[in-house]
């Protein structure tokens, strides 16, 4: 069984910083690409960012420039440094991850549960 936890979120003014971890354990046979999505209230889940193994990453258009999204392969392990946060960046963050298992040859989606980012003005 999968699990990606995530840790980090919290109460940050504007124009601070947070940092978000998210470990994925469990039985994994290996992992292609891993990130953050995020959803803020009333709205749909989008794109924070992503990263893959070989560390191309991905960056959602409103996050560009002040978001960086890190990897340690070693230990299944994404991070998400937040930078000059804005109260638009408010919402629930969600941990990502395509992963295989040993029990299949099929890559397959996991969440997190997500972890809360409150930006005040």
């Known amino acids: 069984q999968v699990q990606l936890v995530e840790s980090g979120g919290g109460l940050v003014q504007a124009g601070g910083s947070l940092r978000l971890s998210c470990a994925a354990s469990g039985s994994i046979r290996s992992i292609t690409t891993m990130g953050w999505y995020r959803q803020a209230p009333g709205r749909q889940r989008e794109l924070a960012a992503t990263?893959?193994?070989?560390?191309?990453?991905n960056y959602g258009d409103s996050v560009k420039g002040r978001f960086t999204v890190s990897r340690d392969n070693a230990e299944n392990t994404v991070y998400l440094q937040m930078n000059s946060l804005k109260p638009e960046d408010t919402g629930v963050y969600y941990c990502y991850a395509h992963l295989r298992t040993p029990m299949t040859w099929k890559y397959m989606d996991y969440w997190g549960k997500g972890t809360l980012v409150t930006v005040s003005s």
């Open positions: 990263i893959d193994s070989g560390g191309t990453t």
